[in-house]
């Protein structure tokens, strides 16, 4: 244990010209030191054990080159992925959706968004270099964000990583008007790690990811959903389905897109499923009580309406599954006959 | 020909105020299953702004910001109630990319300023 007498901080204080002057010396001496060494530092060294299993080099030779023009390195950058995700697109159609011309750029957030609007799934990678080269050697080109500047002012880049070769150390990518651009892996992961490591692939609705994530994948399936794209939502979770046979989300996700187009024989029984996985699901018991609701079953909608504000008594649900319950006690009471 | 007129407008106004009031009635409160998710992991972006209100600001922002009239409602379309929450605090911040990749030419002209003290960015690294 060093402990700082109390006294001793007190010059420091008292001294500020000289000493901002020195520090800004030593500020500038260290910042010329970190250009030189490629700003290196040890969360940006891969590690060997992890990638052992990988291909030594990958190298996605086919993936399209669109040469950004002006500020459209997005456009680009996104047509790139979705032509790779069989999407035939070109920037130029894709500038009107995710350009913003008075921060002359794109937000990384549209850019998701039109890819949903293709019905592909945009899922973001885990913000760890081995998701990029996962990826890769599965044969998916990987949109990331870049800072090429620095951190307090920062300069933001889209560009597409198509390879990356661990014995040379370097990653290369279709960026901006250079179509094979290669990067030493820490002059990457500087201007990647500065961007907050944004990074993600385009999925077909069938298709998983490398290293799939149950969360992340039925969050970006769900996202298809919320904006409308049953059927690319409905092969989603239909492949999470299978991949997560334990979990109750994909099934209760299939219902949803099931009551959504109308089938309602088919979402109830896609309900009773995931509550058969997981009977306190919130979301099932409450959109099952609602069903029934609907149906004229009161009384068993009852059952699942009060589970459901149980469990959600405190979440951000609370407000949802109680609306139901006041909804079912309003109702007026019909025979069970007409509950078929 | 003036009472075809006044009635149609009669019509009109009922019919309004029927729309009005149906849909408090009939809503059902179904969750949707990214709703759901978002719950589970407590979400902090979970409506902290009602979707509503973050649609209005961002189509004015958006217009603001240059993007074509026409284009507006096919972009926020494609949005989840999130993301235009988030976006109604911060599309004037969040990072746009945009620049040509001129890895590092920024990055000596930053250089060069703080050489000559016309900026001290040091010191405000973490």
């Keep these: ?340 | 020909m003036k009472r075809l007129l006044q009635k149609s407008i009669v019509y009109v106004l009922i019919a309004s105020l029927v729309s009005l009031a149906s849909p408090a009635v009939a809503q059902a409160q179904m969750i949707g299953t990214l709703t759901g998710l978002r719950a589970v992991e407590r979400d902090a972006n979970l409506a902290k702004v009602s979707a509503v209100l973050a649609r209005a600001e961002v189509r004015d922002q958006m217009k603001a910001l240059g993007v074509d009239a026409t284009l507006v409602e096919a972009r926020l379309a494609a949005l989840t109630d999130a993301e235009l929450s988030q976006l109604a605090q911060n599309i004037d911040s969040a990072p746009a990319g945009g620049v040509l990749a001129v890895i590092g030419v920024v990055f000596i002209v930053l250089l060069i300023l703080e050489a000559v003290g016309v900026i001290d960015i040091f010191k405000k690294f973490p």
């Design chain 1, 1 to 340: 244990m060093i402990q700082a007498p109390r006294g001793a901080s007190a010059p420091l204080v008292l001294s500020s010209e000289p000493r901002a002057v020195r520090s800004a010396f030593y500020s500038f001496f260290t910042l010329v030191l970190l250009a030189l060494t490629g700003c290196a530092t040890h969360r940006n060294a891969l590690d060997p054990t992890a990638v052992a299993h990988l291909p030594r080099r990958v190298e996605l030779t086919d993936t399209p080159f669109y040469p950004q023009e002006a500020y459209q390195c997005g456009p680009a950058a996104l047509a790139t992925v979705l032509r790779s995700a069989d999407v035939a697109v070109t920037p130029d159609e894709l500038t009107p959706e995710v350009f913003l011309p008075g921060r002359k750029g794109s937000l990384a957030v549209e850019l998701i968004a039109a890819t949903r609007q293709r019905d592909r799934l945009a899922y973001r990678l885990d913000p760890d270099p081995r998701a990029i080269l996962e990826e890769l050697a599965a044969g998916r080109p990987v949109l990331v964000m870049q800072n090429v500047a620095l951190k307090i002012v920062p300069t933001w880049h889209f560009a597409v990583v198509i390879g990356y070769d661990l014995d040379a150390q370097t990653f290369t990518l279709r960026s901006g008007t250079i179509e094979r651009l290669v990067m030493s892996t820490r002059g990457f992961l500087r201007t990647w790690d500065l961007a907050d490591r944004w990074a993600m692939v385009a999925l077909k609705p069938g298709e998983l990811p490398a290293t799939p994530d149950m969360h992340k994948y039925m969050t970006a399936a769900a996202e298809l959903e919320a904006i409308g794209r049953l059927e690319a939502a409905k092969q989603a979770y239909e492949t999470a389905r299978e991949q997560w046979p334990n979990s109750a989300w994909p099934v209760l996700g299939l219902a949803n897109v099931q009551h959504a187009g109308g089938d309602l024989r088919g979402a109830e029984e896609s309900y009773r499923a995931a509550l058969a996985i997981e009977p306190d699901n919130i979301v099932a018991n409450n959109n099952l009580a609602e069903l029934l609701l609907a149906r004229g079953c009161l009384d068993e909608a009852r059952a699942f309406a009060a589970r459901a504000l149980k469990h959600a008594t405190g979440t951000p649900l609370e407000q949802a599954t109680l609306s139901t319950v006041t909804k079912l006690e309003q109702a007026t009471p019909r025979s069970e006959a007409e509950c078929r």
